[in-house]
């Protein structure tokens, strides 16, 4: 009999596992279980409409399910709809890399505040996912805090020109979204230094070739690494770049101590400098980049330690690690993992045959792999010249393409 | 003949490429197909014929995978004399000033230490319309047809 392993979540650590642990042993019985409709996690949802090179991998997902006999089961909660315990009788391995989606609070006074809103919610927005709340309204000032990719891809996005978002899969209403903003001026704030920022310089310099912009870096400093001072070289490429009336400012080493308000809106962020002074940098909106962590409906602590027990549970990718790391470190940190669990399942005999995805049969709507195919095909078929995609953004929407289209059969 | 396919990867793009392109050559080549990290520089012998495929990274970098073996040919004085090869680069036009610099400069160093490049280099667009295979079963045919005029048809 065949090994049966539940990996929750098919992000790009789930589909990497899946893909190192067939291509290592072709008969395990492999299942993808996710929240969603649709698979790939952040590769669709997070990674930015206008990087869609980066999406690209999903071409090699989609091989998991064509070729290597993965299954997919989207529109399965976790912890909702099936139980942990549940998962874990039906299948001899359950792995979980479900990710952490919560937007990490800037922890100081009044953060809370509207007209304060986190860079996970405005990407989720931008990208169509289902659950995202309406893009927000972020005045003509907004003052993005935090100094990694993320941070970037929101200024690059709110940066752009229309003609600059051909062949996105950027949505209308998001398109209009951004063409209404109003904005005027972005900054970009960080508590650390320049040189210690978590940039890649790659997506600095990319910056540099935004037409409607105008850039300044303020206080950079210097660097005493390798990595600072490409990224400082990076920001002295784009400083004093363009001359358009929209204006993008990276302000460094400055430490946020409140968020200052008035009549209930942002006003401004209250930082310390590096000489010790408090001031406050004016704004219209905050958009908060500084990581993440777990919405809290899985029981991230006690299913880590679970991990870490001889128990056949395991987890993987940003949910183990934390919110660190790009699409290739998920891929590396997969192909360990792979490894171990294969290594552990030789040790194990095999026992009585599970039912693994049988478990999910039932009332529910759940979406297969042909089901999410269906979903596809049509965000494909609205592809125009501007657009290689137009994402249905509507649980109900997708179910219902997935599960109750008419067969157009081939 | 004997085909090694090697490659440079980060995501996995190129891996899945060599797979594809090893799967097409397999019915009448000995084929194999390896990540160029457990490469050794040594092993490259003048009866094989290399198909090289690269991404690129950083701003113009060659990808992870790749950069211990680069390491290794710059380091050392290892003569690649009589070895031949061809190479496929993956990129993405968004990165224009340095649009498949990888298997550029893997391709240099190659040569810069007496192997011998067979056909141009092909690249593929990440950004672009055509799929990586589509543009890469091509070179290849091309590359082992040139590789067969050289080595004689018995090889
Ligand atoms: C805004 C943003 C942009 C990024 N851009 C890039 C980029 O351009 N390039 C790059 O290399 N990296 C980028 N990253 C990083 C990259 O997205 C992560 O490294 C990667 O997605 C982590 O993969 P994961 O599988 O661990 O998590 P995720 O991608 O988050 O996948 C987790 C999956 O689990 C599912 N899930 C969650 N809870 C449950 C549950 N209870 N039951 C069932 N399923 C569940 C989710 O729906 C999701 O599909 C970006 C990250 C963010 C946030
Ligand atoms: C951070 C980053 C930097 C990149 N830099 C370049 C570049 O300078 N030139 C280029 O042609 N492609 C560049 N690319 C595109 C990749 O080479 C391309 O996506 C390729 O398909 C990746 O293949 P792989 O999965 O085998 O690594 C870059 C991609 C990323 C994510």
């Known amino acids: 009999m065949t090994h049966k392993i539940a990996i929750v979540g098919a992000g790009p650590s789930g589909c990497y596992l899946a893909q190192a642990l067939l291509k290592a042993r072709a008969d395990l019985g492999v299942d993808l279980i996710d929240v969603l409709p649709v698979p790939y996690g952040l590769v669709r949802y997070g990674v930015a409409a206008d990087h869609q090179g980066s999406k690209a991998v999903t071409r090699q997902f989609a091989r998991i399910f064509e070729r290597q006999g993965a299954r997919f089961f989207g529109n399965v909660h976790v912890g909702r709809d099936v139980t942990r315990d549940e998962l874990r009788s039906a299948y001899d391995v359950v792995v979980f890399a479900t990710g952490l989606a919560a937007d990490r609070r ?135 770049d363009g001359t358009a ?111 693994g995805g049988t478990l999910f049969e039932g009332p529910r709507d759940v979406v297969d792999y042909p089901g999410w195919l269906r979903i596809e095909r049509r965000e494909l078929a609205g592809a125009d010249a501007a657009r290689c995609r137009v994402k249905i953004c509507d649980r109900a929407a997708m179910i219902e393409a997935a599960c109750h289209a008419e067969e157009t059969s081939s | 003949m004997k085909i090694v396919i090697l490659y440079g990867t980060e995501t996995g793009n190129a891996e899945m490429l060599a797979e594809d392109i090893g799967d097409a050559l397999d019915a009448d080549h000995e084929v194999t197909c390896t990540n160029l990290s457990d490469f050794p520089v040594g092993e490259f012998d003048a009866e094989t014929l290399y198909l090289v495929v690269c991404s690129t990274y950083g701003d113009g970098e060659l990808p992870a995978s790749a950069q211990p073996f680069a390491e290794v040919l710059k380091a050392g004085a290892t003569s690649l004399a009589g070895v031949h090869f061809a190479i496929f680069g993956l990129g993405d036009s968004e990165y224009e000033e340095t649009f498949n610099f990888g298997s550029k400069r893997l391709a240099e160093l190659l040569t810069q230490h007496g192997a011998v490049q067979l ?37």
């Not at chain 1, 037409?211 to 303020?218: P, Q, S, W, Y």
Request: glycine content about 12%; proline content about 6%.
């Open chain 1, 106 to 240: 800037l922890g100081i006074a009044n953060d809370a505040a509207p007209g304060v809103v986190g860079a996970g919610a405005i990407t989720r927005a931008l990208n169509g996912h289902p659950d995202a709340g309406p893009l927000p309204d972020l005045g003509a000032r907004p003052l993005i805090v935090g100094n990694g990719n993320v941070a970037v891809d929101i200024v690059r996005l709110l940066g752009k020109l229309p003609d600059e978002l051909t062949g996105s899969d950027l949505g209308p209403e998001q398109t209009r979204w951004l063409a209404e903003s109003g904005i005027e001026a972005i900054t970009v704030l960080g508590r650390s230094p320049a040189a210690q920022a978590k940039f890649d310089p790659v997506m600095i310099k990319e910056l540099g070739k935004l037409a409607g912009v105008a850039i300044t870096v303020d206080n950079a400093g210097t660097a005493d690494d390798e990595h600072g001072q490409k990224l400082l070289d990076a920001l002295a490429a784009i400083d004093g």
């Open chain 1, 245 to 355: 009336a929209r204006t993008i400012r990276f302000v460094f080493s400055h430490v946020p101590l409140a968020v200052e308000t008035q009549g209930g809106r942002v006003t401004g962020l209250r930082c310390r400098t590096v000489q010790g002074d408090e001031i406050v940098v004016g704004c219209t909106s905050i958009v908060t980049a500084i990581g993440f962590e777990d919405i809290g409906d899985l029981p991230r602590a006690d299913i880590l330690a679970q991990a870490d027990s001889a128990a056949p549970v395991y987890a993987a990718g940003w949910f183990r690690r934390g919110p660190r790391g790009t699409i290739p470190d998920n891929r590396a940190d997969a192909q360990v993992l792979a490894a171990d669990i294969l290594a552990d399942l030789d040790g194990v005999s095999a026992g009585p045959e599970r039912p």
């Open chain 2, 119 to 155: 056909g141009e280099r092909a690249t593929h667009d990440a950004s672009g319309v055509d799929l990586a295979e589509d543009l890469a079963l091509p070179w290849a045919t091309e590359a082992v047809a040139l590789a067969e005029s050289r080595f004689g048809k018995a090889a």
